[in-house]
């Protein structure tokens, strides 16, 4: 079974710009969540897609968006990048309906120069 | 809110010896618990988690934690420590929608050295 995919493993950006990042989750798995990674401020939940529906937001400016398809692969795009965006973008997917394990991307390094 | 703290950013321990690594929550529920390790360029897997029930948890790679209501704590610990368990270690509770998992908050993280 393969695993959770993120595209594309490493992004080099400027200041302004927008970024799409990618997401495939594990196959029947229907939650989609999103994290930023930092050294400073350590993981911080940005939000999680359920069939399509966002179920969860964390704590972020609206320049951070995302959405689901109908195949639970899922898109979150940065508006308007700041240098304090550079982190790494971890994806993780679960079936969504209970306690289950979340399996994690390998993440996306965005740098913003 | 929920929350949770992880003392200590580094700890260091030689091969053999028993790994402890603190974790403290503060919830105003009823708190889903859970151990993460992340790997060098990698993500994050699954350790452990506890959700009801048996308080001592046993998870992959011969790790195990006890949930204590009382001190607020879920300390990860593993008996005999080896070198390959060198990585982060992060601690997170569940504050999701209906039970979902999708929103966790983490912990700083603990960095464990394993020295030979």
């Known amino acids: 079974k393969a695993g959770v995919t993120q595209t594309p493993r490493y992004l080099i950006k400027t200041r302004g710009q927008q970024v799409t990042l990618s997401c495939s989750p594990i196959s029947g798995h229907r939650s989609v969540s999103w994290y930023q990674q930092t050294p400073g401020q350590g993981l911080q939940f940005l939000f999680e897609y359920f069939s399509e529906t966002q179920r969860n937001k964390g704590n972020f400016p609206g320049r951070f968006s995302g959405r689901q398809f109908s195949n639970s692969r899922s898109e979150m795009n940065v508006s308007t990048l700041e240098l304090g965006d550079s982190a790494l973008y971890l994806c993780?997917?679960?079936?969504?309906?209970?306690?289950?394990?979340?399996?994690f991307g390998s993440g996306t390094q965005l740098s913003v120069l | 809110a929920q929350s949770v703290t992880q003392l200590g950013s580094h700890v260091s321990v030689s091969e053999g010896a028993l790994v402890l690594l603190r974790c403290n929550y503060s919830?105003?529920?009823?708190?889903?618990l859970f151990w993460y390790v992340q790997y060098p360029n990698q993500g994050l897997q699954l350790l452990l988690k506890?959700?009801?029930?048996?308080?001592l948890v046993k998870g992959i790679n011969g790790f195990e934690a006890e949930f204590k209501k009382s001190e607020t704590s879920f300390h990860l610990t593993k008996p005999s420590a080896h070198m390959s368990d060198a990585a982060e270690y992060f601690c997170?509770?569940?504050?999701?929608?209906?039970?979902?998992?999708?929103?966790?908050?983490f912990g700083k993280g603990t960095k464990l050295s394993v020295k030979p």
């Open positions: 506890y959700t009801t029930g048996a308080t």
């Open positions: 997170a509770v569940s504050v999701g929608y209906g039970g979902s998992q999708g929103n966790l908050i």
């Open positions: 919830s105003s529920v009823p708190p889903y």
């Open positions: 993780a997917s679960s079936p969504g309906t209970g306690y289950e394990e979340l399996f």
